[in-house]
């Protein structure tokens, strides 16, 4: 469940996801701390995706971080070929700020996983802003249905899983 | 072998800069008022070290992403071999071999995430080249040390990637044909240059780099660039259609005349243009020097400088780079992230291009 005093570190690839799905809006809703870094912004090469982004980053919602350690970074991205120096750049700044990975990058969350960091993807966002009824069981079903043709990397398996869990809880309701 | 590890960053802006065709003043102009002259020589130097904003405003300006500023070795090239006009200035020259240069690197690095140590041998290390009969063989035997048989080949780039030579198609507007050198452990790498030319042309500048790389000529040859790029023509036409096809194909050893149409399906087949053609045919004494002439004149006046009939329907792409990185994505080995760098593509582009089998 999201807590408004944890620090979510977000990467790029969930900040497509999230424009992609129209949840951006609500996902800045849930009044969470949400942090990244400049790297990820430069990432974002889009200028229709940055105008999105820079309007949470002007009202305060989306925290850039420049107090990056460039020694940490470098020594991170040698002893880890698989990421990319942005990759890097978030896992310094959940390490320094001891904040939750939130990525949509299954290499970057199994890496920090191996690191002993949280890591969260969007399922778990969509999850958390039904339980926060920021949206409705409703918008959840219809954003996971067509989360794979927004983003073809997206985990099909559980994907469908969840929707079932949503569409039986849904149907109980009802019954 | 590193060409620095101690100034890594200072090292790999210098080479970033070279490859953008910049000096350090074009550089701190491109930059505003952001970083002056003498800071980014600061940085070159080892001096000091960039804040990520600035590490983030030099990537943009100099067209790499971050990363690269950040590898601490640098491929060495060796026996760089350049084919371009003389005229071509110095500046582009470097910006072209700094081109190359983060190519293989990351085609490298990606065989690295795969632990592939490339490893290639010389199957023509034991011929020296004295003349065009030795180049004829030599070619024959890369065909039969590669198994390539005495058909037409598909596609040139595919089948030297499978051999572990690394084919780089650029497209540049400056007058340079192409370039080979070798990488770190002996790895060869061709470069050509793709802009306005034909897919036979390119087939046969691929192979002409080759030559460059693979061919060891006598003493007395070394020392004369010209017959040198005339034995590498040599081969590449020995080795894009042997002797006994050719002979083949055009029906005997000697002829008096020959029909365009006759030229035009060898040219479909070998992928190999006229021009080649029939100057080999001349080479070999099918045709006599005079008959090779009127061709040639005959080519010129029908068809201009450079255009011909027919075309080879294959295709000249480098694929192989691009399979490994789509492969370690697919098997979860790199972040999207570090794709999008080694494919130097945005994020959001690869993004919706690979479809997770879970």
Request: aromatic share 8%; charged share 30%; proline share 2%.
């Given at each position: 469940?999201?807590?408004?005093?944890?620090?979510?570190?977000?990467?790029?690839?969930?900040?497509?996801?999230?424009?992609?799905?129209?949840?951006?809006?609500?996902?800045?809703?849930?009044?969470?701390?949400?942090?990244?870094?400049?790297?990820?912004?430069?990432?974002?090469?889009?200028?229709?995706?940055?105008?999105?982004?820079?309007?949470?980053?002007?009202?305060?919602?989306?925290?850039?971080?420049?107090?990056?350690?460039?020694?940490?970074?470098?020594?991170?991205?040698?002893?880890?070929?698989?990421?990319?120096?942005?990759?890097?750049?978030?896992?310094?700044?959940?390490?320094?700020?001891?904040?939750?990975?939130?990525?949509?990058?299954?290499?970057?969350?199994?890496?920090?996983?191996?690191?002993?960091?949280?890591?969260?993807?969007?399922?778990?966002?969509?999850?958390?802003?039904?339980?926060?009824?920021?949206?409705?069981?409703?918008?959840?079903?219809?954003?996971?249905?067509?989360?794979?043709?927004?983003?073809?990397?997206?985990?099909?398996?559980?994907?469908?899983?969840?929707?079932?869990?949503?569409?039986?809880?849904?149907?109980?309701?009802?019954? | 072998?590193?060409?620095?590890?101690?100034?890594?960053?200072?090292?790999?802006?210098?080479?970033?800069?070279?490859?953008?065709?910049?000096?350090?003043?074009?550089?701190?102009?491109?930059?505003?008022?952001?970083?002056?002259?003498?800071?980014?020589?600061?940085?070159?130097?080892?001096?000091?070290?960039?804040?990520?904003?600035?590490?983030?405003?030099?990537?943009?300006?100099?067209?790499?992403?971050?990363?690269?500023?950040?590898?601490?070795?640098?491929?060495?090239?060796?026996?760089?071999?350049?084919?371009?006009?003389?005229?071509?200035?110095?500046?582009?020259?470097?910006?072209?071999?700094?081109?190359?240069?983060?190519?293989?690197?990351?085609?490298?690095?990606?065989?690295?995430?795969?632990?592939?140590?490339?490893?290639?041998?010389n199957p023509l290390k034991q011929i020296i080249i004295n003349d065009k009969n030795a180049v004829e063989i030599a070619a024959n035997k890369l065909r039969g040390a590669w198994e390539?048989?005495?058909?037409?080949?598909?596609?040139?780039?595919?089948?030297?990637?499978?051999?572990?030579?690394?084919?780089?198609?650029?497209?540049?507007?400056?007058?340079?044909?192409?370039?080979?050198?070798?990488?770190?452990?002996?790895?060869?790498?061709?470069?050509?240059?793709?802009?306005?030319?034909?897919?036979?042309?390119?087939?046969?500048?691929?192979?002409?780099?080759?030559?460059?790389?693979?061919?060891?000529?006598?003493?007395?040859?070394?020392?004369?660039?010209?017959?040198?790029?005339?034995?590498?023509?040599?081969?590449?036409?020995?080795?894009?259609?042997?002797?006994?096809?050719?002979?083949?194909?055009?029906?005997?050893?000697?002829?008096?005349?020959?029909?365009?149409?006759?030229?035009?399906?060898?040219?479909?087949?070998?992928?190999?243009?006229?021009?080649?053609?029939?100057?080999?045919?001349?080479?070999?004494?099918?045709?006599?020097?005079?008959?090779?002439?009127r061709w040639m004149i005959y080519m010129s006046k029908t068809y201009g400088q450079k255009d011909e009939p027919g075309t080879f329907k294959g295709e000249e792409k480098q694929k192989?780079?691009?399979?490994?990185?789509?492969?370690?994505?697919?098997?979860?080995?790199?972040?999207?992230?570090?794709?999008?760098?080694?494919?130097?593509?945005?994020?959001?582009?690869?993004?919706?291009?690979?479809?997770?089998?879970?």
């Amino acid at each position: 469940m999201l807590n408004e005093r944890e620090i979510l570190i977000n990467d790029s690839c969930i900040l497509f996801d999230l424009i992609d799905l129209n949840l951006i809006e609500a996902f800045f809703k849930s009044d969470c701390n949400v942090y990244t870094t400049q790297m990820v912004i430069a990432e974002i090469a889009d200028d229709a995706q940055l105008s999105v982004i820079s309007k949470y980053i002007s009202s305060g919602r989306l925290n850039i971080d420049s107090e990056d350690s460039f020694e940490t970074i470098q020594s991170l991205f040698d002893k880890l070929p698989g990421l990319s120096y942005t990759d890097c750049s978030v896992l310094e700044l959940a390490i320094r700020k001891k904040g939750v990975i939130i990525s949509s990058d299954k290499g970057l969350r199994n890496e920090s996983k191996r690191r002993n960091l949280t890591a969260r993807g969007i399922l778990w966002i969509i999850e958390t802003l039904l339980k926060k009824e920021i949206i409705t069981t409703e918008i959840a079903l219809e954003k996971l249905k067509i989360l794979p043709e927004i983003n073809q990397r997206a985990p099909f398996k559980e994907i469908t899983l969840l929707i079932n869990k949503l569409e039986n809880i849904d149907k109980k309701t009802i019954d | 072998m590193n060409l620095a590890n101690q100034n890594f960053f200072g090292t790999r802006l210098k080479l970033a800069r070279k490859m953008a065709g910049m000096s350090l003043q074009d550089l701190s102009d491109k930059l505003g008022n952001m970083v002056s002259k003498q800071s980014i020589n600061k940085y070159e130097q080892g001096l000091m070290n960039p804040t990520s904003e600035v590490l983030l405003a030099i990537s943009k300006v100099l067209n790499v992403k971050p990363d690269y500023f950040l590898k601490k070795n640098t491929l060495e090239l060796k026996e760089i071999s350049f084919r371009k006009k003389s005229s071509m200035p110095k500046k582009v020259e470097e910006s072209i071999i700094e081109k190359s240069r983060d190519y293989v690197e990351r085609f490298f690095e990606i065989e690295s995430i795969f632990n592939i140590k490339p490893k290639f041998r010389n199957p023509l290390k034991q011929i020296i080249i004295n003349d065009k009969n030795a180049v004829e063989i030599a070619a024959n035997k890369l065909r039969g040390a590669w198994e390539l048989g005495h058909g037409p080949i598909s596609s040139i780039v595919e089948m030297l990637e499978l051999k572990g030579v690394k084919v780089l198609l650029i497209d540049s507007e400056d007058e340079i044909d192409g370039l080979s050198f070798f990488a770190s452990n002996e790895n060869p790498v061709v470069v050509v240059n793709r802009k306005f030319k034909s897919i036979e042309r390119i087939r046969f500048t691929i192979i002409h780099e080759l030559a460059h790389l693979l061919l060891e000529f006598e003493n007395h040859i070394k020392s004369d660039p010209k017959q040198i790029e005339k034995l590498c023509h040599f081969f590449s036409s020995c080795f894009l259609i042997p002797k006994e096809m050719l002979i083949k194909m055009i029906g005997g050893n000697k002829r008096s005349y020959i029909d365009i149409k006759e030229l035009i399906s060898i040219k479909e087949y070998y992928g190999i243009s006229i021009r080649a053609i029939v100057h080999r045919l001349n080479e070999l004494d099918i045709i006599t020097q005079n008959y090779y002439q009127r061709w040639m004149i005959y080519m010129s006046k029908t068809y201009g400088q450079k255009d011909e009939p027919g075309t080879f329907k294959g295709e000249e792409k480098q694929k192989l780079f691009e399979q490994l990185v789509n492969r370690a994505l697919a098997e979860e080995l790199i972040s999207l992230s570090k794709a999008s760098t080694l494919l130097n593509i945005s994020i959001n582009e690869l993004r919706k291009g690979t479809v997770c089998a879970k």
